[in-house]
């Protein structure tokens, strides 16, 4: 390969980590007993790394009285909280695979992913934002065959497994037959197009990227760690959980669903360090009218990940929120979850405008979508990543297994990126997400960058909608600013000032909110069928 073709990979140091979670956790236990291991303020619980080791151990030794055996599947839905994470060390302590549910699914959903998992204990929280936990259990119940046992966090069941006797010799035997590369974690795909796909993980994979997150982080025992985003992802339990563990750090669990203002009372409290959201958490916490109310002074780092991170929030986020070292991650939950990512050394200007470069172990190419070869550096085409981090596969879908991976062990993303000469990466969109108008390829991420320089606009998201002249023609979806006031033809012009033609939308619809997954991620398709049906479009 030469210099200028778009390959490259992340450096060989720190060494990976050749170890279980288990083993992971009781080394960081040994080493950092009092330091805090775990604060979750709303359910007044503070733990210390001893104490935590302790209560991972109690459940564990209760998930194998209740005959949990190694490689058995072990469901969690319940949003964040202690009790998650005590479910996440002990699960992986036995060798158990943890399937992680996404609290916001409904009946329909958690069926599919109990049934195609074949999870044999549930836990699951009671209620969240107004959905009656029990009842949908109980709903699936007959269409889970292999579901045995369903525990309600709280109840007596509940307490039964985290008051076992510990029978520490029974839990080092299981412990001593277990792998890093074995299967630990399951994580359902969105499943936009189709049904959802189990991303098959090994304590190898979300382990070493825990904790060499963490290290790009500069994390140590002194650091910790507001964890808003949800847990059942990995941004939450590998980028956070992991990361802190990992380096003896502590996690914060602010509330159990997203609130700017928890948030941000949390990281006051507890002195956070480092804080981690999406673009529109962060916004929504600069936005917050009590936001100069909170000391956010002991902030140093973070991470900012999960879809397009705008250069105005990023530029705020570092100066207002006193974030000096603040880091963006790319990735996908098929890979650990993080691939690429800017170095705390990295200047302001690689900071906001790039995804960073190759994290350690990891290679990184951009190839054209259609004939698979690698492309110059500069070029947009398809980011392919391999290394450990690469999952095991999708559980029990061998084929679209080997639709995602190839032979030579690249992971297709599905997100069309660029590599500059200094290796880092820029991601232009998602291959589905081009638009082509008149056989012109528009990047939205180009044009919604451009759009947010805007004073007037708080968030802006660009889709392409049917044209029968065109093919496609640019629609934005326009958030502004409290006070402010723009017109449609005010976006369209201030476009035709800096952009060529074919990039200035057609179409602006002003919108309170954009429809986004519990992670935050905006869901584009459901933009584009929104538009059409407002627009009135057709799809012919």
């Given at each position: 390969?030469?210099?200028?073709?778009?390959?490259?990979?992340?450096?060989?140091?720190?060494?990976?980590?050749?170890?279980?979670?288990?083993?992971?956790?009781?080394r960081?236990?040994?080493?950092?007993?009092?330091?805090?291991?775990?604060?979750s303020?709303?359910?007044?619980?503070?733990?210390?790394?001893?104490?935590?080791?302790?209560?991972?151990?109690?459940?564990?030794?209760?998930?194998?009285?209740?005959?949990?055996?190694?490689?058995?599947?072990?469901?969690?839905?319940?949003?964040?909280?202690?009790?998650?994470?005590?479910?996440?060390?002990?699960?992986?302590?036995?060798?158990?695979?943890?399937?992680?549910?996404n609290?916001?699914?409904?009946?329909?959903?958690?069926?599919?992913?109990?049934?195609?998992?074949?999870?044999?204990?549930?836990?699951?929280?009671?209620?969240?934002?107004?959905?009656?936990?029990?009842?949908?259990?109980?709903?699936?119940?007959?269409?889970?065959?292999?579901?045995?046992?369903?525990?309600?966090?709280?109840?007596?069941?509940?307490?039964?497994?985290?008051?076992?006797?510990?029978?520490?010799?029974?839990?080092?035997?299981?412990?001593?037959?277990?792998?890093?590369?074995?299967?630990?974690?399951?994580?359902?795909?969105?499943?936009t197009?189709?049904?959802?796909?189990?991303?098959?993980?090994?304590?190898?994979?979300?382990?070493?990227?825990?904790?060499?997150?963490?290290?790009?982080?500069?994390?140590?025992?002194?650091?910790?760690?507001?964890?808003?985003?949800?847990?059942?992802?990995?941004?939450?339990m590998?980028?956070?959980?992991?990361?802190?563990?990992?380096?003896?750090?502590?996690?914060?669990?602010?509330?159990?669903?997203?609130?700017?203002?928890?948030?941000?009372?949390?990281?006051?409290?507890?002195?956070?360090?480092?804080?981690?959201?999406?673009?529109?958490?962060?916004?929504?916490?600069?936005?917050?009218?009590?936001?100069?109310?909170?000391?956010?002074?002991?902030?140093?780092t973070g991470?900012?990940?999960?879809?397009?991170?705008?250069?105005?929030?990023?530029?705020?986020?570092?100066?207002?929120?006193?974030?000096?070292?603040?880091?963006?991650?790319?990735?996908?939950?098929?890979?650990?979850?993080?691939?690429?990512?800017?170095?705390?050394?990295?200047?302001?200007?690689?900071?906001?405008?790039?995804?960073?470069?190759?994290?350690?172990?990891?290679?990184?190419?951009?190839?054209?979508?259609?004939?698979?070869?690698?492309?110059?550096?500069?070029?947009?085409?398809?980011?392919?990543?391999?290394?450990?981090?690469?999952?095991?596969?999708?559980?029990?879908?061998?084929?679209?297994t080997a639709?995602?991976?190839?032979?030579?062990?690249?992971?297709?993303?599905?997100?069309?990126?660029?590599?500059?000469?200094?290796?880092?990466?820029?991601?232009?969109?998602?291959?589905?997400?081009?638009?082509?108008?008149?056989?012109?390829?528009?990047?939205?991420?180009?044009?919604?960058?451009?759009?947010?320089?805007?004073?007037a606009?708080?968030?802006?998201?660009?889709?392409?909608?049917?044209?029968?002249?065109?093919?496609e023609?640019?629609?934005?979806w326009?958030?502004?600013?409290?006070?402010?006031?723009?017109?449609?033809?005010?976006?369209?012009?201030?476009?035709?000032?800096?952009?060529a033609?074919?990039?200035?939308?057609?179409?602006?619809?002003?919108?309170?909110?954009?429809?986004?997954?519990?992670?935050?991620?905006?869901?584009?398709?459901r933009?584009?069928?929104?538009?059409?049906?407002?627009?009135?479009?057709t799809?012919?």
């Amino acid at each position: 390969m030469g210099p200028d073709v778009a390959q490259a990979g992340g450096p060989l140091a720190p060494s990976l980590l050749e170890e279980t979670i288990g083993e992971n956790l009781r080394r960081t236990a040994a080493r950092w007993p009092g330091r805090p291991a775990l604060a979750s303020p709303g359910q007044g619980i503070r733990w210390s790394y001893r104490e935590f080791d302790e209560q991972v151990d109690r459940l564990a030794c209760g998930l194998l009285a209740a005959g949990i055996a190694k490689g058995e599947r072990v469901g969690i839905w319940a949003p964040n909280c202690a009790e998650w994470t005590l479910v996440q060390y002990a699960s992986a302590r036995i060798g158990a695979i943890l399937v992680n549910l996404n609290p916001a699914y409904r009946a329909h959903e958690l069926a599919y992913a109990l049934r195609q998992s074949g999870t044999t204990l549930l836990v699951a929280a009671t209620e969240f934002k107004g959905g009656d936990y029990r009842s949908t259990v109980a709903e699936v119940r007959d269409e889970c065959p292999r579901l045995q046992s369903a525990v309600f966090l709280g109840d007596r069941e509940w307490d039964s497994l985290t008051d076992a006797e510990t029978d520490l010799d029974l839990l080092d035997e299981r412990a001593g037959a277990l792998s890093s590369e074995d299967p630990i974690d399951i994580q359902y795909t969105s499943g936009t197009t189709g049904a959802p796909k189990g991303a098959t993980l090994s304590h190898r994979n979300i382990l070493n990227n825990g904790f060499l997150v963490g290290e790009l982080l500069g994390y140590s025992e002194e650091d910790s760690i507001c964890i808003p985003v949800p847990f059942y992802h990995c941004f939450g339990m590998v980028m956070g959980n992991l990361a802190a563990t990992s380096h003896g750090a502590c996690t914060v669990i602010p509330a159990p669903g997203f609130d700017p203002e928890a948030t941000l009372a949390a990281v006051d409290a507890e002195g956070c360090t480092s804080l981690y959201g999406v673009p529109t958490m962060f916004i929504a916490e600069l936005e917050h009218p009590r936001f100069a109310e909170f000391d956010l002074a002991g902030l140093r780092t973070g991470v900012m990940a999960g879809s397009p991170c705008p250069i105005e929030v990023m530029r705020r986020v570092v100066s207002e929120m006193h974030m000096p070292e603040v880091s963006i991650c790319y990735g996908m939950t098929e890979t650990s979850p993080v691939s690429t990512q800017t170095r705390r050394d990295d200047d302001l200007e690689v900071r906001v405008s790039t995804v960073g470069r190759p994290v350690p172990h990891v290679e990184v190419k951009i190839v054209d979508p259609e004939s698979g070869r690698t492309v110059e550096r500069g070029r947009p085409g398809e980011l392919c990543t391999r290394g450990y981090s690469v999952m095991l596969g999708y559980w029990d879908e061998p084929e679209l297994t080997a639709e995602a991976i190839d032979g030579e062990g690249w992971m297709h993303t599905g997100d069309l990126a660029t590599m500059e000469a200094d290796d880092n990466c820029r991601i232009v969109g998602r291959i589905k997400d081009m638009v082509i108008r008149g056989g012109e390829n528009v990047y939205p991420r180009e044009v919604e960058e451009f759009l947010y320089a805007h004073p007037a606009i708080a968030d802006v998201q660009i889709v392409g909608v049917p044209d029968p002249r065109y093919g496609e023609e640019l629609c934005a979806w326009v958030l502004v600013r409290d006070g402010a006031s723009l017109t449609e033809e005010e976006v369209r012009e201030h476009c035709r000032r800096q952009l060529a033609h074919f990039k200035v939308p057609r179409y602006v619809l002003f919108v309170e909110e954009f429809p986004m997954t519990v992670t935050g991620k905006v869901q584009k398709f459901r933009m584009r069928e929104q538009s059409v049906d407002a627009l009135g479009l057709t799809t012919e």
